[in-house]
């Protein structure tokens, strides 16, 4: 991990962007700790770090006021990495079938998805391993975000995350479903009812196969980016009962 820049936010966060390899991240811990923090790995949208940042940095200041410090790295594909194979000829029969009132078919999901999973979910597991190596982190891990395939993948595969928020609001490979049987860690899941772009029967069946004993669903009314305070308030507090 090679930290590039730094600076510290008016609320007592030092910020630190790095990159990893060819993958380019951000690092955000409370100054204030006297003693190694616990990480939540913040997964991001696929929109690039750049224009998920004012969400990103949010969630952020909220963990560190909780005393936990958070990371995100870039997705697959995403801002200045190169684009996936495959993935524009997806997007376009994505759009296409959307357009046409068509239901996509699990081919074009895969064909979305699954690369960016295949290849998301070992830099995750490689950022973790340097993020556990500095000696301001450490303890129990936790992860928040979306994609969801990519979080319950990475919460099958990664037996150092005791917890996780996931966000729904992505389309779902079939694989991932039975993937979802796998997961034991605690969950809780948001749902935007409302989300024009997803799938909600989805979400729900995906909610439905998690293996988890104790898995929370919370859905608001509203569209993909309208996910109302309280919600996500209540997502930290899950993580901060799971971390300490």
Do not use: C
Not at 137 to 165: K, M, Q
């Amino acid at each position: 991990m090679h930290f590039t820049s730094e600076q510290r936010l008016d609320d007592g966060v030092l910020e630190r962007e790095f990159t990893l390899g060819e993958v380019p991240g951000i690092l955000w811990t409370p100054e204030a700790a006297s003693a190694p923090v616990s990480p939540i790995l913040l997964g991001p949208p696929p929109v690039g770090l750049r224009k998920a940042y004012p969400r990103l940095v949010g969630r952020a200041r909220h963990a560190a006021a909780d005393g936990f410090a958070t990371a995100t790295i870039e997705l697959p594909g995403n801002g200045d990495r190169p684009r996936l194979p495959g993935t524009e000829q997806a997007v376009a029969d994505l759009r296409r079938a959307m357009a046409a009132g068509e239901p996509v078919s699990d081919e074009i999901i895969d064909a979305l998805v699954l690369p960016l999973v295949d290849k998301a979910v070992p830099e995750w597991r490689t950022a973790l391993d340097a993020l556990l190596s500095l000696p301001e982190i450490g303890g129990p891990v936790g992860y928040s975000g979306g994609v969801i395939s990519i979080g319950t993948r990475l919460a099958v595969v990664e037996p150092r995350i005791s917890a996780a928020v996931l966000f729904a609001g992505s389309f779902i490979p079939r694989v991932i479903f039975e993937e979802a049987r796998q997961v034991t860690v605690p969950l809780h899941v948001l749902l935007q009812w409302d989300d024009e772009g997803n799938d909600r029967q989805a979400a729900l069946d995906l909610f439905h196969a998690f293996g988890s004993r104790e898995k929370t669903l919370h859905a608001n009314m509203g569209g993909h980016t309208g996910v109302p305070q309280h919600a996500g308030e209540a997502a930290g507090r899950f993580l901060a009962r799971h971390l300490r």
